[in-house]
């Protein structure tokens, strides 16, 4: 069973920057596919950000294009999404997910494995 665990939330003025981190373990192949996703109070959970196995495909939300960044560092099993120019409406728990194909999707039933979230907080 593979364990992912989030990190980095916290509360941020608007403007600022993030960095969450998401550690896998129990990762028997590095190529699996790797997807942020949030869900705020009151709101169904959403696509953010994907990559893919090989690093080499990036998926946004529209809502985060220009300020948001997906990456991964193989070696270490560990995938990165760094927000910038944060907004209050990025409010909200950020989950980190991957799937079982090195394919990048940005449905969220395609996603298999799935972490416990990290709050993200930006005041205006």
């Known amino acids: 069973q593979v364990h992912l665990e989030e990190s980095g939330g916290g509360l941020v003025q608007a403007g600022a920057s993030l960095r969450l981190s998401c550690a896998a373990s129990?990762?028997?192949?590095?190529?699996?596919?790797m997807g942020w996703f949030r869900q705020a109070i009151g709101k169904e959970r959403e696509f953010v950000a994907a990559?893919?196995?090989?690093?080499?495909?990036?998926r946004y939300a529209d809502s985060v294009k220009g300020r948001f960044t997906i990456s991964r560092d193989g070696s270490k099993n560990t995938v990165f999404l760094q927000m910038d120019s944060l907004k209050p409406e990025d409010t909200a728990v950020f989950y980190c997910?991957?799937?079982?194909?090195?394919?990048?999707?940005?449905?969220?039933?395609?996603?298999?494995?799935w972490g416990q979230g990290t709050q993200v907080t930006v005041s205006s």
């Open positions: 997910a991957a799937r079982n194909s090195p394919l990048v999707r940005t449905y969220i039933e395609t996603y298999d494995f």
């Open positions: 129990n990762y028997p192949n590095t190529r699996y596919a």
């Open positions: 990559i893919s196995g090989n690093g080499e495909a990036t």
